[in-house]
């Protein structure tokens, strides 16, 4: 199922959304991504005339919910000025297309102006229907994603928009050729989004495979640009790196395999040019690579859990360990020998010198290529098992220096990235493998000379590797920076920090503060002081990592907030009565804080993270103390006490001013609160007036029920979230949706210059009062001054 964030996220990539929109979802489900679309529409419904909804789902539990989806989008439509119907085909997307229907796609059912999906990830065996339909229409795929995506294409009329979410898989491998092929020849890529973790985009479901989410349109030329965007968080919206790309660095001209590189940043782009300039291939090395040959379930008589003379020595993935095979593996949970003989031996490769690389990584493992030299084994032959690739001299063994060098440059971090950038699911194909660039032969045995039989952590594989290897300073700082982020990680995971701000974001924040660049070392930390847009500055030039200006406020409200109420860091240490809306705000580390991060990597390491949250509880507990605060008096009398800072001034403001002139004997329901998450919140009387809000949805500043109108007044200060604009206007509308009280929303700014700040994003229908003129009442649109706009009879 889509959850909610991406499908607006999907529905946002549509560039064309005028005149009449027939829009295409091949894999409803309940709706979501429908619902989405529809959503955006209505936020400009003035430039639509008519759109018609076709809708596919086979699984019979959704279908209820999706009709009901369908006539409310069909309804708001309407509402709105806009012709609408829909078609909801209560069955398969592909198995609709029999043999009687498939001349039809040459001709009149190109019809559709916009696509969007979310299609079902399964295998599709060779004797299904699903498989001969797609082969009459000529092409063949493996999978049932691919599928829906080609039958969605075969159907968009001219210049007509696809968006879809789908396993990143297709972006290379001989699987997908096919498709990959005629599925660039006939759309133009204009967009990609990566989301750089596998469970990011369906957290809620064992989704192994890394998904993307494209926009193209079908006109069959080829884009000069692609944008390519990613995200770290669990929330598509907060935080997204975004890059225009030259297309034919995404797909290049002259591949036979049309393989989809998908590279996020600067850095990426230093590392895959470095590995381009890699001079050899696999022939040229003398070596092929093969997938395992033996396949256990076929061959399951003649598996042992015993080694004797009858048999030979049998590999899974479980005997690779610490880039070595170990024979017998520790407590094996396989078959550890497979007897030879006439029908086995054919599938049974001689016994010397091979290199050995996992076919599968697990969800989320850190590393996506695991290579294992291969010794000789006391065997005249040995099995290895399928879910192994293994290198060799053309059927037989290598030389020893050459597999261990082999084995070294595989299992770098250089590789290891880079491989990532075009392989983004969990199997290793083999194909990819014989597609990339390798150092010559003489320099893989010069490494393999100086790895030996020694043990060596990553960080030393790494520097011989480089050494070794000569590889250009770019492309060390690439793999410098993932390392850095991920040891910004490893720290805030040790301090405990909230799991909200263990993300990349907050891994760069720390990195900032301290100035840790990829080439510096964590003893090396400083205290610099920085505002978010410098910070922010800092992380294009150093980490490659460019974000777009409106994350600023996620930055500040999602990570320097929580630092600061961790006592990581120190808001203005060089002015701390400075405004909070001064272009001046700035952070620093806190002394404690820059003392631990010197520490890093160190033997010091746990006792100065020990001494850090002995120092940091001392510091919470003094500031819990000395908090200065803002006290505030009720509407009904009540003194109530607002931490000082933020936006609780204007908050003050609000409950003094605002509340006696314009809901006089209204109940404050709701507080924010700066300091506190929140410090009014009647959850009680919400229910008893009929209201069940979402514990998870983001309330606003103040709420208040005006029982004389019967109306609930939602006000937003604007120094918090911004102001009541569209977007966030009908996250309210969702939020309060139970309510059957009229909703009113109102923005208060502190003075009118800052109001003309926002004036473009404030939503109609809203009002907007301001702190420094307090008797009026500025109001967008519509015939009353005050009040809710969905229920007119409830007006006197």
């Known amino acids: 199922m889509t959850p909610a964030p991406v499908a607006r996220f999907m529905a946002r990539q549509f560039s064309s959304l005028s005149g009449h929109v027939n829009l295409l979802d ?31 789902e086979v699984e019979s539990t959704f279908i209820s919910s999706l009709r009901e989806c369908l006539i409310k989008c069909c309804v708001a439509l309407e509402s709105r000025g806009i012709q609408a119907n829909y078609c909801l085909h209560e069955e398969s997307f592909i198995k609709s297309f029999t043999e009687i229907n498939l001349p039809l796609f040459t001709t009149s059912s190109i019809r559709f102006t916009h696509a969007i999906l979310n299609p079902p990830y399964k295998k599709i065996n060779n004797q299904s229907i699903e498989k001969k339909i797609i082969s009459k229409l000529g092409i063949e795929t493996v999978n049932l994603y691919s599928a829906f ?25 001989a699987y997908y050729r096919t498709f990959r092929k005629a599925f660039l020849e006939k759309i133009e890529l204009k967009k990609v989004h990566v989301f750089e973790s596998r469970s990011t985009a369906f957290c809620e479901d064992s989704v192994l495979q890394e998904n993307i989410i494209f926009h193209a349109l079908k006109s069959g030329e080829k884009p000069n640009h692609v944008e390519i965007s990613s995200s770290s968080g669990t929330n598509i919206n907060d935080f997204l790196e975004s890059r225009i790309i030259p297309y034919n660095q995404v ?25 381009d300039k890699f001079s050899s291939t696999l022939d040229e090395i003398g070596l092929k690579v093969s997938t395992g040959p033996v396949v256990d379930f076929r061959l399951k008589s003649a598996l042992r859990n015993y080694l004797d003379e009858q048999s030979v020595p049998l590999l899974y993935p479980e005997a690779m360990k610490a880039g070595k095979v170990l024979f017998p593996p520790n407590n094996p949970r396989k078959s550890i020998a497979i007897e030879q003989n006439q029908e086995t031996g054919k599938w049974l490769v001689q016994s010397g010198w091979y290199v050995l690389t996992k076919r599968f990584s697990a969800k989320e493992e850190k590393r996506r290529i695991v ?16 879910h192994l690739n293994y290198y060799h001299a ?72 480089h050494k070794t290897l000569s590889i250009m300073s770019e492309a060390i700082n690439a793999v410098q920076a993932g390392k850095r982020i991920e040891e910004a990680l490893a720290i805030l995971k040790d301090i405990s920090a909230p799991r909200e701000q263990q993300n990349e974001r907050s891994a760069l924040c720390l990195l900032a503060l301290a100035d840790i660049r990829p080439e510096t070392s964590w003893n090396q930390a400083t205290t610099p002081r920085r505002g978010i847009t410098e910070m922010m500055d800092w992380f294009r030039d150093y980490y490659g990592k460019q974000y777009a200006p409106n994350t600023r406020e996620t930055v500040r409200r999602q990570t320097m907030h929580q630092f600061v109420q961790m006592g990581i860091v120190v808001e203005n240490p060089d002015r701390p009565d400075r405004p909070i809306n001064s272009p001046k705000w700035c952070y620093q580390l806190h002394q404690q804080a820059l003392s631990l991060l010197k520490a890093y990597g160190s033997e010091q390491w746990e006792e100065a993270r020990r001494n850090y949250a002995v120092s940091v509880t001392n510091l919470l507990q003094y500031r819990n103390r000395n908090i200065p605060t803002i006290p505030v008096s009720l509407p009904d009398g009540q003194a109530i006490q607002l931490s000082s800072g933020g936006q609780n001034i204007l908050i003050k403001d609000i409950l003094e001013s605002f509340c006696p002139r314009f809901t006089p004997g209204g109940l404050v329901l709701y507080v924010g609160d700066a300091g506190n998450k929140f410090i009014i919140n009647e959850t009680q009387k919400f229910r008893e007036i009929g209201i069940e809000l979402d514990p998870h949805g983001k309330m606003p500043d103040i709420v ?60 109609w229908e809203t009002e907007v009062w301001v702190a420094d003129q307090p008797d009026h009442m500025i109001h967008f649109n519509g015939e009353r001054f005050l009040g809710p706009y969905e229920d007119p009879e409830n007006y006197s």
């Open 26 to 56: 091949p894999g409803a489900g309940v709706g979501a991504l429908t619902a989405a679309f529809v959503e955006r529409l209505l936020a400009n419904p003035n430039k639509v005339e008519s759109c018609f909804i076709t809708a596919y």
């Open 149 to 173: 995506v080609w039958l969605t294409v075969l159907q968009l009329a001219k210049d007509g928009e696809i968006v879809a979410i789908t396993p990143r898989s297709f972006c290379n491998g």
């Open 251 to 275: 797909v290049e001209t002259n591949d036979p395999e049309s393989f989809i590189h998908i590279v996020t940043n600067p850095l990426e782009d230093a590392l895959k040019v470095q590995m």
């Open 371 to 386: 290579a294992a030299v291969c010794p000789p084994v006391n065997a005249p032959a040995l099995g290895i098992e399928n």
């Open 394 to 465: 053309r059927g037989k063994g290598m030389n020893p220096d050459l597999a261990r060098g082999l084995a070294a440059f595989l299992n770098s971090t250089l590789f290891d990235s880079y491989f990532r950038q075009f392989s983004g699911h969990t199997q290793v194909n083999a194909t990819d493998l014989r597609k990339i660039k390798y150092p010559c032969k003489d320099d893989l045995m010069r490494l393999g000379r100086q790895i030996n039989d020694s043990h060596f952590d990553q960080k030393q594989l790494d520097t011989v590797v």
């Open 704 to 763: 208040i029920y005006y029982e004389r109108q019967d109306w609930l007044v939602l006000i937003e200060a604007v120094i918090s979230h911004g102001p009541v604009n569209l977007k966030r206007h009908n996250e309210l509308k969702r939020l309060f949706q139970s309510s059957r009280k009229g909703l009113v929303f109102v923005t208060a700014f502190p003075s009118r210059k800052e109001m003309t700040r926002y004036l473009a994003e404030i939503s």
